[in-house]
């Protein structure tokens, strides 16, 4: 009999709903339970301190699921808080830095890659160190894009105020030659078509939504820990504030398919 | 002697500094205390529960420096909490709608006029709602402006992406003929300049942070509270979470002048 305890899931608001999909589609037999802290995002802005009490919040409840591993979709989580966490609780976690450093290492032939993200990943320089500690040749250029998350929240993932914005940000990265390119915003992979035009076929977009489902499958199954529910088992999902309409729209764009959330106070936990 | 105690004033964010800016102009011999939840920034995406829930807890805290009075210089919060903070709190509030209420009604000749702010502040139907009840006959044209907050953060106040997505957004507004705009949220007045741009001189652009600041004096001057401190009585400025720089650069956009803020924990009061 499998281990069917449900896989938490958590992000400051909808992005890491790319991530939930991904999830969805390599672990169909488990059971997952997602949180978006939509009342105070985003977090990318706030200072490493806050970001960590919101985190702890956050763990503290997908423990009271008695979940299996907790997945911290949120680059800016996972730059800030994932040691906070995991000496915390007594509770798996699985991040989305590593396993978006590995695929570009081993994608990059040139040794020059850049990484985007919010301000406070950026700053962080958690994608920085990770790349540079797995391989010191290569060179790393980053760029904090603090406008595309609005972009996505907006639905603007195309258009001349979208390709002007990607391009503001991003021509420094196209002209110092890159090859491969990390999404290190769980928004970002919504708006992966204007990215991936403007910076040309040459360059690899490394998306870590999809990485982070295989390492989670990988974590798994080394540690006997698969689930086996009935195929699709209904994933849930709750957020700290909710807009139906807005979040039927990114669940859209995010994960090809439509799913109700439901309104939770952290404080009433 | 006059009533020295301190005047509060908040916002969910730095945008409110706009409104703190014209009542340190207006009111220079009274003690100023700003708070600005930058830890949970922006409000306009919210719902009215969680923006009620978050007001009060503001209020609350400002009610611990003796305020004898509060300033809501926060569209989305006076659109949405300005009666629930009255019934729940023996303090006056001024709030930023009625001002700008009021000054577009003098202001307008054709009786077309615009509206803009966030979501949040648009969907509530406040200001639209109190220019109708003021006078049946105007006509009133709104529209949420969601990408404006993160361009005024972005200190993208001018240049072709903000050309655009002020374009984007006010076309169908200035196609329809108004003769008057409310700037409906503290950030607007720092892009006042593209705003106006775009709508053209016979355009009045309304900013309601100075006519709140005039509301707050005649309200005192009327009640007999006003202080008489030394000039420049040094405001403070509190926030729920700080980036030093940041703030700085807001101060300055927003009043002209870099002060220092502290940051402080809703949660330890």
Redesign the interface.
Known sequence: MGDNRPIGVFDSGVGGLTVAGEIIKALPKEKLIYFGD???VPYG???TE?VNKFACEIAEFLRGFDVKAIVIACNTVSSNSYNVLSEKFDIPFIEVVSPGVNACLAATKNKKVGVIGTPATIASGAYEKKLKAADGEVEVYSKAC??F???V??C?TEG??TA??VE?YLKELKELGIDSLILGCTHYPIMKESIGRFMGEGVNIVNPASLTARTLKKYLEDKSMTGDLEEDAYPEFYV????RE?FGEICRLAMGEVYEAK?ISLENI
């Open positions: 939509t009342a105070r802005s706030k200072s806050t603090p406008l998350v609005p972009l929240e907006d603007l001349d105020i002007l914005t503001m700290s504030d909710l807009n807005k309104k």
